[in-house]
């Protein structure tokens, strides 16, 4: 079994930057690609970025290409999103998943192809 914490939510202005981190603990001796998700209230949760368990591929969705940055850092254990330029509508509780196994290049947009979640870290974006 494999736990996911993350951290590093909170408040910023528009325009500001704020870095979240997830650390994997418990079964990590596998390899496994990560992601990114956030879900606002009221809404569907919705895909961020993704990112191979090798580091040598990413994925991000299109609303946040440029701004974001996600990594990964096996040693770690350790996904972690850098985002900048925050606009109002980033404000979410954001999610970070893991897969039990991939390819060296698997990346994946899908909720359903992750096997674990950490428990979502608020980030609110004032203007």
């Known amino acids: 079994q494999v736990q996911l914490v993350e951290s590093g939510g909170g408040l910023v202005l528009a325009g500001g930057s704020l870095s979240l981190s997830c650390a994997a603990s418990?079964?990590?001796?596998?390899?496994?690609?990560m992601g990114w998700f956030r879900q606002a209230p009221g809404k569907e949760r919705e895909f961020v970025a993704a990112?191979?368990?090798?580091?040598?591929?990413?994925y991000y969705a299109d609303s946040v290409k440029g701004r974001f940055t996600i990594s990964i850092d096996n040693a770690k254990n350790t996904v972690y999103l850098q985002m900048s330029s925050l606009k109002p509508e980033d404000t979410a509780v954001y999610y970070c998943a893991a897969r039990r196994s991939g390819s060296y290049y698997f990346t994946s947009k899908y909720a359903d192809e992750y096997d674990y979640w950490g428990q979502g870290t608020q980030v609110t974006v004032s203007s």
């Open positions: 418990g079964r990590t001796d596998s390899n496994f690609p």
């Open positions: 990112i191979s368990w090798s580091g040598v591929r990413t």
